[in-house]
């Protein structure tokens, strides 16, 4: 079967640096993005990765390694609005996006 | 942001009855779909489209049924609502499905059933 794993809850201190790890398995891979989630609102875009190595986009990088599987978001200088669920999804072979679970990230002042 | 709606936002319905959410886009975008999100799983997606009476299955499509008239709606019916489809449905948009083409998604209804 196919299997998007993700830590469920991470704690990080305002200022701080973070980084949410996503392993998977799937038949197939596409590319993997990571989406934002605040509660009780809509997904919305992060980042996209399909070649293995770092890709930084303002205080948020995300890095892949194909071979093993596996990826994860950095984020840097954290601000309280960054509280919120990461979500990893992988492309399939099907180009369909499979979803891990998502990670909730608390910020303490 | 893309140009997504959906309607309801909220609804409270009873077992038994049916009950259809609309998903409106304003980008033209070929792709449509629709995901329930529920505590502890990831999105999962029901059925999408990819063309105006061109549509298919997703992982948990049972229970549900998806129409495409026009290229900017897609409707999701539940024929007849079970409490096991309450759940916060999403409706997602892409230009394609190619490595980088990014899923763009609605603001979610919130659906219960009693």
């Known amino acids: 079967g196919q299997n998007i794993d993700q830590p469920t809850e991470m704690t990080a201190t305002e200022g701080a640096i973070v980084q949410i790890n996503c392993t998977y398995q799937?038949?197939?891979?596409?590319?993997l993005f990571w989406y934002q989630q605040h509660a009780g609102e809509a997904p919305t875009f992060l980042s996209y990765?399909?070649l293995d190595g770092l890709e930084e986009k303002g205080r948020f990088s995300s890095f892949l390694s194909r071979s093993k599987g596996y990826s994860y978001l950095l984020l840097k200088e954290l601000q309280m609005k960054d509280s919120a669920s990461y979500l990893c999804?992988?492309?399939?072979?099907?180009?369909?996006?499979?979803w891990g679970a998502g990670t909730k990230l608390i910020i303490k002042p | 942001d893309a140009g997504i709606t959906q309607s309801p936002r909220h609804k409270v319905t009873e077992t038994g009855t049916p009950v259809t959410l609309r998903c409106h886009q304003t980008?033209?975008?070929?792709?449509m779909y629709w995901y329930r999100q529920d505590p502890g799983h990831g999105l999962r997606l029901i059925h999408y489209?990819?063309?105006?009476?061109?549509?298919d299955k997703g992982e948990v499509s049972d229970g549900y049924s998806v129409s495409r008239s026009k290229t900017e709606d897609f409707l999701l019916t539940l024929e007849s609502a079970t409490s096991s489809q309450t759940s916060v449905y999403f409706c997602?948009?892409?230009?394609?499905?190619?490595?980088?083409?990014?899923?763009?998604f609605g603001p979610g209804t919130r659906l219960t059933v009693l």
């Open positions: 990765n399909v």
């Open positions: 489209s990819y063309g105006v009476k061109d549509t």
């Open positions: 997602a948009i892409s230009p394609g499905t190619g490595e980088a083409d990014t899923q763009y």
């Open positions: 999804a992988v492309k399939d072979s099907n180009y369909q996006l499979i």
């Open positions: 799937t038949s197939g891979f596409n590319g």
């Open positions: 980008e033209n975008h070929r792709y």
